[in-house]
């Protein structure tokens, strides 16, 4: 099962996505998490993400596709894996593409959730206090979304001309959210 989980910052993207790939028993890849890694490590890929991060920016294509290739080759994802929170631009809708191309490789479902933007922005503010997270400032929420609203919503179309899109709700309690998305791709 190659799946990815797309929608706005906030609408529980990471949460579900583990949920997901616990199920199918595929490895859960977000791009997120691996930049919080590094930078966490201090690498060179997690300094220069950092400085996209705090302003709410796009870490450019360039560096987000070479840590998605590089994690694409683990024995883990061979048969299959939830990408989170990638591709977010349509540099990375084609690189991956080409990537899963050249291995006879094809995306099985593309999950996304929907959820109203003003919830988010409660969501987000929230999340903030509780992680303190350096990118949950007001400021760079609304950067997020933003940078989300002009660059991502648009490649989702891409996926559903390919038929390829289960929407579902994403507001709701976790578990139940969990429940509308796994019956959601059984039943496609
Ligand atoms: P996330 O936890 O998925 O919201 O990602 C946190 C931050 O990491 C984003 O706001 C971006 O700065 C960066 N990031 C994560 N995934 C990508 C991606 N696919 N393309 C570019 N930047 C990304």
Redesign the pocket.
């Known amino acids: 099962m190659k799946l990815l989980i797309m929608g706005p ?1 906030g609408a529980g ?2 949460t579900q996505a583990k949920f997901i790939a616990e199920k199918f028993a595929i490895p859960h890849i ?7 890694e590094n930078l966490k490590k201090e690498t060179a890929i997690g300094l220069e ?1 950092k400085s ?2 705090d ?7 360039e ?2 596709n070479r840590i ?1 290739a590089d994690r694409l080759t683990w024995d883990d994802a061979a048969k299959g894996f939830l990408l ?6 349509l540099d ?1 809708v084609n690189f991956l593409e080409q990537a899963l191309s050249q291995k006879n490789q094809h995306l099985d479902r593309v999950i996304e959730l929907v959820a109203d933007i003003n919830t988010l922005i409660a969501r987000l503010l929230s999340r903030a206090k509780e992680q303190n997270r350096a ?1 949950d400032t007001e400021e760079v929420i609304t950067k ?1 979304l933003e ?1 989300y609203l002009a660059e991502t919503a648009p490649i989702i179309e891409t996926y559903k001309n390919k038929n390829l899109v289960i929407q579902v709700d994403g507001l709701g309690e976790i578990e139940e959210v969990s429940h509308r998305i796994i019956t959601a791709i059984e039943n496609k």
Do not use: H, L, N
């Open positions: 910052p993207k990471g977000s791009t997120g998490d691996i930049f919080r993400a996209y991060m302003k709410g920016e796009y870490v450019p294509d560096v987000t998605v989170d929170g990638y591709p977010r631009t990375q990118d997020r940078v």
